[in-house]
């Protein structure tokens, strides 16, 4: 259950953290600088050039048509376009890192004159192929060759995404502790990273949490729906990381049913409210008009 008392309770007794002060990520990009940090919330579009993504409608068929929907998602009013090559549902087939690269590269050199661009991947001869191509923001999903990518995160002077998990991706499944006070993991999970990070060069780093990925205790969408809503809802507790807090925001099939496609945008409260910097969604446009509406409410 999540009630006003609990939220006022988190303020209560975990408000000092909003003044921990944050680094924003600043990179320049085709329509002017974007802004990673406190202040109006940025908006990450998602393409996926993998048809193993369930989430239908964010699925391209082609580079080409990953070029015309992360157009159109940038008119939606997203400052920033993720790719992706290969799903990170369980069962999802696996892509080579040769594939990754003949899908998404072509797709990076189209976009990259109309945004800035990520690319989620785990492979370093991807993340050298699409930074060389133009991306400018690497979603690194997993943890196997980390200081690979690390590097030539810094070599190209490319932003990262650090995506929670331990193990060498995403994609192998793991567990979280749904019960537990999750926020002292991922402070002692992500804060050597961190440090581990600039030590190699890497100027500018975001932390997502993971509540995007698939986790083995949290099959029971319920449990998961309340798991993740609990740690959106938290996001102000990470600042004395330093860095901004990137979330995927969810869209809980089992509880939203045919209005699925609301879902990302109820979760994005919680994500506002809790202080996330960088939004990654599928429903660019219903999340745009719903944080304009929390701006406008002065919700916060």
């Given at each position: 259950m999540i009630t006003l008392a609990d939220l006022?309770?988190?303020?209560?007794?975990?408000?000092?953290?909003?003044?921990s002060p944050v680094a924003p990520v600043v990179l320049d990009g085709p329509r002017g600088q974007v802004r990673i940090g406190d202040g109006p919330v940025t908006l990450m579009g998602?393409?996926?050039?993998?048809?193993?993504?369930?989430y239908r409608e964010s699925v391209a068929t082609s580079p080409e048509d990953a070029v015309r929907m992360g157009r159109i998602q940038v008119a939606q009013g997203a400052a920033v376009i993720d790719l992706g090559a290969e799903s990170s549902n369980a069962g999802a087939a696996r892509v080579s890192a040769e594939d990754q690269v003949l899908t998404l590269v072509p797709a990076v050199r189209g976009l990259a004159q109309e945004a800035i661009v990520s690319v989620e991947t785990y492979e370093p001869s991807v993340v050298r192929a699409c930074l060389e191509a133009g991306a400018r923001i690497l979603n690194m999903t997993g943890r196997e060759h980390e200081d690979q990518m690390l590097a030539l995160a810094a070599e190209y002077d490319a932003a990262v995404v650090m995506c929670f998990g331990e193990t060498?991706?995403?994609?192998?499944?793991?567990?979280?502790?749904p019960d537990a006070d999750p926020v002292p993991v991922l402070l002692?999970?992500?804060a050597p990273r961190i440090a581990h990070a600039r030590s190699l060069g890497v100027r500018q780093v975001v932390v997502d949490p993971g509540m995007g990925f698939y986790y083995g205790n949290l099959v029971d969408p319920p449990t998961r729906a309340r798991h993740q809503a609990r740690?959106?809802?938290?996001?102000?507790?990470?600042?004395?990381?330093g860095v901004p807090v990137c979330?995927?925001?969810?869209?809980?099939?089992?509880?939203?049913?045919?209005?699925?496609?609301?879902?990302?945008?109820?979760?994005?409260?919680?994500a506002a409210l809790g202080g996330t910097h960088l939004v990654r969604t599928h429903e660019v446009a219903h999340l745009r008009a719903v944080l304009r509406g929390l701006t406008e409410l002065e919700v916060r």
């Amino acid at each position: 259950m999540i009630t006003l008392a609990d939220l006022a309770a988190l303020q209560t007794d975990h408000g000092d953290a909003w003044d921990s002060p944050v680094a924003p990520v600043v990179l320049d990009g085709p329509r002017g600088q974007v802004r990673i940090g406190d202040g109006p919330v940025t908006l990450m579009g998602c393409v996926n050039l993998s048809r193993d993504s369930t989430y239908r409608e964010s699925v391209a068929t082609s580079p080409e048509d990953a070029v015309r929907m992360g157009r159109i998602q940038v008119a939606q009013g997203a400052a920033v376009i993720d790719l992706g090559a290969e799903s990170s549902n369980a069962g999802a087939a696996r892509v080579s890192a040769e594939d990754q690269v003949l899908t998404l590269v072509p797709a990076v050199r189209g976009l990259a004159q109309e945004a800035i661009v990520s690319v989620e991947t785990y492979e370093p001869s991807v993340v050298r192929a699409c930074l060389e191509a133009g991306a400018r923001i690497l979603n690194m999903t997993g943890r196997e060759h980390e200081d690979q990518m690390l590097a030539l995160a810094a070599e190209y002077d490319a932003a990262v995404v650090m995506c929670f998990g331990e193990t060498a991706n995403v994609r192998e499944i793991a567990d979280v502790p749904p019960d537990a006070d999750p926020v002292p993991v991922l402070l002692d999970h992500f804060a050597p990273r961190i440090a581990h990070a600039r030590s190699l060069g890497v100027r500018q780093v975001v932390v997502d949490p993971g509540m995007g990925f698939y986790y083995g205790n949290l099959v029971d969408p319920p449990t998961r729906a309340r798991h993740q809503a609990r740690v959106l809802a938290q996001g102000f507790r990470l600042r004395p990381l330093g860095v901004p807090v990137c979330n995927a925001v969810p869209h809980s099939y089992d509880l939203f049913g045919d209005e699925f496609r609301k879902a990302e945008g109820f979760y994005a409260v919680f994500a506002a409210l809790g202080g996330t910097h960088l939004v990654r969604t599928h429903e660019v446009a219903h999340l745009r008009a719903v944080l304009r509406g929390l701006t406008e409410l002065e919700v916060r």
